[in-house]
């Protein structure tokens, strides 16, 4: 590991001015769960690590008085997940936090970390490979075992995003706010994240001395205006592990039919996957199987399967379909984790 200074900033400012003036030099520190793997294997190398840790005003899971949820970056998953009034409000939100690691890793981990880790590939993690992601001129899933890679959205980079938290934040309509060098700034957390093609270097919009301070989640997400939220993931080891597939969805029904939604995959793109296919497959009508299958369907029909992985398309579809049929009543009665 290479050798490099410790910086503890007061302030947010003190943190996004020296992080800016460091530029690719340093990185911001929260839980450490991703950073920390980085480092020891040889990825990333900074030459100044910015704890932000010490910045205590990010810590909080609170409620405006009009029902806002409003999570602070160093806000620990634990937090979120065990938040009496985030379970019944937001259960997608407290059910994506709790399904992530183990209890100690949920203790650390941050909602900020969690939104801004970096890809799991084992390409991208092995010091043995110089990918696209790490300046190479090749995305060696091309090459060899793509079993856990992108069905959508892939190329030149067939990474997946390996968060658990935005699909559901994204399912309930959550901004981020970011704080840098030229100020604050608020967007829809969807935007956040980019492709391979647009940004080979970076999963995120973050540029140099900016840091994630808050996410916001807006009442209208609630289950006060009829909407209705649920996570599921699908992962090879039930005691802790990333997503094969997830889907976190959002619907908001009157009566059997569905008014509004927002379906979401995890783990079949290298961001967040909102499909508007299946959301509009299912708005306007009443949601049983047949139509839980065609907004499946809809989601999945532009798949492109790498050699190894084509068994996430029916594995995408079937978590599609349980989200869908549980939250309009037609499936087991949604609730949190």
């Keep these: 590991m290479r ?29 450490g769960i991703d950073l920390l793997g980085e480092l020891k294997d040889g990825i990333a190398r900074p030459a100044t690590l910015v704890n932000l840790k010490t910045i205590r005003e990010l810590e ?25 009034r ?38 991208y993690r092995s010091p043995l490979h ?23 959205g892939g190329g030149p980079s067939f990474i997946v995003h390996p968060s658990d938290l935005a699909p559901a934040l994204i399912a309930c309509d959550a901004r981020v706010i970011l704080a840098g060098p030229g100020g604050r700034k608020e967007i829809p957390l969807q935007k956040f994240y980019v492709l391979p093609r647009v940004r080979l270097d970076h999963e995120t919009i973050l540029q140099a001395g900016e840091i994630v ?7 209208a ?26 889907v976190a969805a959002a619907l908001q029904m009157d009566g059997a039919t569905c008014q509004a939604a927002r379906v979401v995959l995890g783990g079949v793109a ?25 907004a499946a369907r809809a989601a999945l029909k532009d798949a492109s399967p790498l050699p190894h992985n084509g068994y996430k398309v029916p594995l995408a579809a079937a978590l599609i379909q349980r989200a869908l049929l ?7 009665e949604p609730g949190p984790a």
């Design 270 to 294: 290298p961001v967040p996957w909102r499909s508007e296919e299946a959301e509009k497959a299912v708005i306007g009508r009443p949601i049983d199987l047949p139509i839980a299958a065609q």
């Design 326 to 332: 549980d939250l309009s009543g037609r499936g087991r």
């Design 3 to 31: 050798r490099f200074a410790f910086v503890e900033p007061a302030s947010v400012a003190a943190a996004t001015e020296i992080l800016a003036g460091k530029g690719a030099d340093a990185l911001a520190l929260a839980g």
């Design 86 to 123: 985030v379970r019944r409000e937001f259960p997608a939100v407290a059910q994506a936090a709790w399904s992530v690691g183990s209890p100690e890793i949920r203790n650390v981990g941050t909602v900020g970390g969690n939104l801004c880790q970096r890809p799991r590939c084992w390409y």
């Design 130 to 152: 110089k990918c696209l992601k790490k300046g190479g001129d090749v995305c060696f899933t091309t090459l060899g075992n793509s079993r856990y890679h992108a069905i959508l």
């Design 213 to 219: 301070t808050e996410v916001v989640v807006p009442p």
């Design 221 to 246: 997400a609630s289950t006060s205006s009829g909407l209705r939220s649920l996570f599921v993931k699908f992962r090879e080891k039930d005691s802790f592990d990333f997503a094969l597939v997830s």
């Design 60 to 84: 909080f899971v609170r409620f405006d008085s009009d029902g806002t949820l409003r999570l602070g970056a160093l806000a620990t998953l634990t937090a979120v997940a065990e938040n009496e």
